[in-house]
């Protein structure tokens, strides 16, 4: 079985600072690794994914994400946030061996301040 | 085209009324999902299908009902709901590949409201 924790459910930021969002997982298979974004009143949005390879993971928007085995971790990084990255941020994970299933954490909402 | 369609965006009904969520994509993508998301909590898996078959169906409870009647389209049928469904609905879907990390592709939701 999987699970994703994002332990941080608020993150407020200035604009133009950098923010990192934190995800750790825990899992006793292989998995591949999700960040998505959720506008108010929208669906999920991907922004990168890490399947292998790299372990630093571009993505949309500015977003670049570290791939860290040994601490279970999938943090998410901005080097300079904008007004309109506020918004809901999913970490999730799903096993390689074909499972159709994805397991989200609870979520950050991240908060630009002007 | 990578985008995936729901209608109706917004729906209020009664506890003894019946209603239908529709969910279309035309990606070629043969696993399609439903989603239930509360306020400020991550999507709830609630149904998937692969190739028009059911594959999960995670206890929901016999007043949401699933329908695939083809690759593009997924129906929840809703009936005697209680005002704790009030929810955000989200529909996904995703390609089926032996590689496996597929991306899901989200639809915007529909927002229920029960009374």
């Known amino acids: 079985a999987q699970s994703v924790t994002q332990l941080d459910s608020q993150v407020p930021v200035f604009e133009e600072a950098p923010v990192e969002l934190r995800c750790n997982y825990s899992?006793?298979?292989?998995?591949?690794l999700f960040w998505y974004v959720q506008y108010p009143n929208q669906g999920l949005q991907l922004l990168l994914k890490?399947?292998?390879?790299?372990?630093l993971v571009k993505g949309i928007n500015g977003f670049e994400a570290e791939f860290n085995k040994s601490q279970t971790s999938f943090h998410l990084r901005k080097p300079s946030v904008h007004i309109s990255d506020t918004a809901e941020y999913f970490c999730a994970v799903t096993g390689t061996s074909g499972t159709y299933k994805y397991i989200f954490g609870t979520g950050t909402r991240l908060k630009v301040l002007a | 085209d990578t985008e995936v369609t729901q209608t109706p965006k917004h729906l209020v009904m009664g506890m003894t009324n019946k209603k239908s969520l529709k969910c279309e994509q035309h990606m070629g993508h043969r696993a399609m999902y439903w989603y239930k998301q509360k306020a400020k909590k991550p999507p709830e898996l609630m149904f998937v299908?692969?190739?028009?078959?059911?594959?999960i169906n995670e206890s929901v409870p016999s007043r949401f009902s699933p329908e695939c009647p083809n690759s593009s389209l997924l129906n929840l049928h809703l009936h005697a709901l209680q005002p704790e469904d009030s929810a955000l609905y989200l529909c996904?879907?995703?390609?089926?590949?032996?590689?496996?990390?597929?991306?899901?592709?989200f639809g915007p939701g529909t927002r229920l409201l029960v009374l």
């Open positions: 299908y692969s190739y028009e078959k059911l594959s």
């Open positions: 899992s006793s298979v292989s998995v591949y």
């Open positions: 996904a879907s995703r390609p089926l590949t032996s590689g496996g990390g597929e991306t899901q592709y």
């Open positions: 890490y399947l292998s390879g790299s372990t």
